[in-house]
Every structure is written in structure tokens, then in C-alpha cells.
């Protein structure tokens, strides 16, 4: 088996094995037959050249504290079934990290169709894309705000929603910054996002907005899916909670994926949500020195720790480590001898996303000690837990 990039002279296989892999529809996306920048498409072939496997390094940025860290993010991993537990997603994915480590990536993400291969290859579960389904007539009823006003958005809206979406989201963990060539790409054709963007602006400065798709009908099965709906403000929330609840008479569900603890999600009633949809993401450093030095720390978080990692796929990472985080600045630095804490990667993943502190990494056997306590890790995880908002 021989593992490269793909060239535009492969897409067409490299669709024809995503479709049958996913059940995906025979009308292709224009994306899948052209070069797509941010981009890196990786095939494996077996020795008669045949097209067995492939994955995508999309070459996005994560917000983590404030900081933009650079990531691999993995998609349309697909192996044919006659390949199937032969080892080729373990080399795709080996040889992803590979060339994701030399373009300079930090971090990865995933989300799952079956965690074991993934957990196996480094990465490991770090949270939950939520999409909820609510009665759109329990959303809280809201008289419209004198100093606000609420319209319909247009192309021309797009860089002030782009702008919001930062304000909310640069100083949390995990979320995608929505920059670089791959989203310049798709952005390329202007359009608006679903079938409308509903903005709510104080004094002509954008607030607050909501992208949605009406879906079809207005019986008691109607549906207005919510791609997106974000504020910075709360009077602007609930002016948006109130727009929503204004579907009522014609949606009678309201399905969305509400951002822990903002603005927006404060005034929904989460209580009595329906769970529509789980989708699982996993995490994993591509480079440790990167993912500490590149991103943001709290700046209360100080102390040093040693600590020795083990990582199978990426060797760079393997080694014996010294963390030193203070006044909002962490640096990993490589030491020589071993240390009492020894560290899986898959542990490392866990701490750093915030899903899991070092006793229950411990207790997960991803963590052991020799004579220590093992609480000194949870410095890897400061800053509380990542989240996500786009699926990949």
C-alpha cells in the first residue's frame, strides 16, 4: 500500500469512494472535482494502483483563549470495503499528521463515524455537537425594543455577521475563527447561508443574528432550523429569541445547537429540549510544543510540571516534557530522564480540551504516576472545555 496526495487526476475515484462509503447523493458538489485551497487530500492505493482510502486535512484555525491556533482538522476519511481492517486508515491518518506537522498545523479535530480507529490512531472524545429540538411556542414572549431595530440580512451583511461570530467566539475553546483560503473559498460566491439571516442592530452597529432554513409546510411537523443564532448583547438575544418564537403559528419545532453559557442560549428554554442529534468530536495535538505555545491561557493559571508522553503516530511528541504556564503564556520544553507522571496522548487530548481532569484521565488508564499525585496536570487543563459549532 502506498499512501500520497491526491492529484486532480484521482478526484474522481476518490468521490465515487466517499459516495459509496456514505450513502451520499449521486449529484456531486462542484468542490469535489477542482484543486480547493486549504485543502490537502491524501489516497491510499494498493499495489495495483487502485484507490483503497482517503482522508482530508482541512487547514483551519481553532480559537483557543483569545488566539488563533493552526489545526488539521479531518473529513471524509473513507476506505473501501475490500481494504477494510488492513491498516489503511491508520496509514492515511499517519501520513495526514505527517504532512499536517510540516506545514506547521497545532491541533486536531474530528468527528467520528466509529471512535475506536480514531482512538487507536491518538485522537480521543472531547465533546458533543448538540443540535436540540424546542416547541418554538414555549421560546419567552418579548415586546421588540424600542432602540433596536430588527431586518432581514443581505449579502452585503456578511463581514459584519462574520465580525459578531469573532466577538463571541476568539475567547473560547475549540471554535473554528472561520478564516483562511479554505473559507475564503466557499465564501467566494456571496450567498446567504440557508434561506435567511434575521439581524437585530443598536444604533446601525450589528448586535445580534440568527441564520436559519424554513423547511417545508406549516403543519404540526414544520420545522425552522436555526443554523446559527448569536448575540453580544442581551437585550439583542432576547430580541432574537423573540423573532424565533414569532414562528410559532407556522413551525411548531425549533431545532438548533445552542453555545454553553451565551447570550443566546440563556433565555431558550434548554429544559425542555429534545435531543435531535449527537454528533461526537474527538481531539489530539498534531504538535504539543505548538498547541501550549500558540494559544491562550488564563491568566490566573500559573505553575511548572513535568511529564513524560507517548504519542505512536507522531514520535516528534514522544518525550519527556516540563509545562510552565504564567501570566496568560504557557511553553512546553524538552527534557532529558523520565518523569513521575507519564502521559498517554490520548490523555493529553483529554486534558487540553478541557474534557476530562488527570484523576479521571488516571482513572482511564491514560495517566500513570510513580509515587505522585496526579492533580499537577490539571495545569493542562486550564481554561475550561472546548466546544464546537461547526460539523466537518
Known amino acids: 500500500m502506498r499512501v500520497r496526495e491526491l492529484t486532480i487526476d484521482d478526484l474522481d475515484d476518490a468521490w465515487e469512494l466517499g459516495r459509496f462509503a456514505f450513502g451520499s447523493s449521486q449529484e456531486r458538489a462542484p468542490s469535489t472535482s477542482v484543486e480547493v485551497p486549504g485543502m490537502t487530500r491524501y489516497g491510499a492505493f494498493d499495489d495495483t494502483g487502485r484507490l483503497v482510502g482517503k482522508a482530508v486535512d482541512l487547514h483551519h484555525d481553532q480559537w483557543w483563549s483569545g488566539r488563533a491556533v493552526a489545526a488539521a482538522d479531518v473529513a471524509g476519511v473513507a476506505v473501501a470495503p475490500e481494504a477494510r481492517g488492513r491498516g489503511v486508515a491508520r496509514a ?20 467520528p463515524t466509529v471512535a475506536a480507529p480514531y482512538r487507536a490512531c491518538g485522537w480521543e472524545a472531547a465533546g458533543v455537537l448538540r443540535t436540540v429540538d424546542l416547541a418554538t411556542a414555549a421560546l419567552p414572549r418579548h415586546l421588540p425594543a424600542s432602540h433596536l431595530t430588527v431586518r432581514a440580512g443581505t449579502p452585503a451583511d456578511l463581514d459584519a455577521v462574520a465580525a459578531l461570530y469573532e466577538r463571541v467566539t476568539r475567547h473560547r475553546n475549540g471554535m473554528l475563527t472561520r478564516r483562511g483560503k479554505l473559507f475564503d473559498f466557499f465564501a467566494a460566491d456571496a450567498k446567504l447561508p440557508g434561506d435567511g439571516i434575521t439581524l437585530v442592530e443598536d444604533d446601525g452597529d450589528l448586535v445580534g443574528y440568527a441564520t436559519w432554513q424554513r423547511g417545508r409546510g406549516y403543519g404540526a411537523d414544520s420545522v425552522l432550523t436555526v443554523d446559527e443564532a448569536l448575540a453580544t448583547t442581551a437585550d439583542a438575544a432576547r430580541e432574537l429569541v423573540g423573532v424565533l418564537g414569532s414562528w410559532a403559528s407556522v413551525a411548531p419545532t425549533l431545532r438548533l445547537c445552542p453555545l454553553d453559557g451565551d447570550a443566546v442560549s440563556v433565555h431558550l428554554p434548554l429544559e425542555a429540549a429534545r435531543d435531535h442529534e449527537r454528533d461526537l468530536w474527538m481531539h489530539r495535538p498534531v504538535d504539543v510544543v505548538r498547541a501550549v505555545g500558540e494559544r491562550g491561557w488564563p491568566a490566573h493559571a500559573r ?3 513535568d511529564f513524560h508522553l507517548t504519542d505512536a503516530l507522531a ?60 492533580d499537577a496536570l490539571d495545569l493542562l487543563g486550564a481554561g475550561g472545555p472546548a466546544q464546537l459549532l461547526d460539523y466537518f
Not at 499517519?94 to 474530528?110: C, K, P, V
Open 92 to 111: 492515511l491518518l499517519t501520513a495526514l499528521l505527517a504532512g499536517a506537522h510540516e506545514r506547521g498545523a497545532a491541533i486536531s479535530a474530528l468527528y
Open 315 to 374: 514520535e516528534w511528541n514522544t518525550g519527556t516534557w516540563r509545562l510552565a504556564v504564567a501570566d496568560g503564556e504557557a511553553e512546553l520544553t524538552r527534557l532529558d530522564g523520565e518523569a513521575d507522571l507519564r502521559l498517554n496522548v490520548c490523555g493529553f487530548a483529554l486534558l487540553y480540551a478541557g474534557a476530562a481532569g488527570a484523576r479521571s484521565v488516571a482513572q482511564a488508564g491514560l495517566l500513570h504516576t510513580v509515587g505522585v499525585e496526579p
Open 303 to 305: 505553575g511548572v510540571v
